[in-house]
């Protein structure tokens, strides 16, 4: 394993964990998120540009949609969240009062 595959490989499972283990926030959760994606979309896009297929080219401009619609619907919860609870504690939430 290369030292960039090995870096981003280290930056998913970091924010694998991060979502998993540090689930204070909404917020904090979002940003785990956030850099799960950049860390796939950048591994997407350096392996097409190694193995030059240009049939998977379109493959990370699709994931850089999908994260973009992403971080919009989580930004809108977030803000949604804030108003009727007065925070983005996780643990302040509860499904059945809704």
């Known amino acids: 394993m290369t030292p960039v595959h ?17 689930r204070t926030h909404l917020l904090s959760a ?7 994606m950049l860390s796939l979309f950048i591994a997407l896009a350096l392996w097409t540009l190694q193995f030059e297929s240009t049939g998977f080219s379109t493959a990370p401009m699709l994931l850089l949609a999908f994260s973009a619609c992403e971080a919009s619907t989580g930004l809108a919860l977030l803000v949604a969240t804030a108003r009727t609870h007065g925070t983005d504690r996780l643990q302040s939430l509860n499904l059945l009062q809704c």
Do not use: K, N, R, V
């Open 30 to 36: 979002l940003l785990c998120l956030e850099g799960m």
């Open 6 to 22: 090995f870096s981003f490989s280290s930056a998913f499972i970091l924010g694998l964990m991060g979502l998993a283990f540090h």
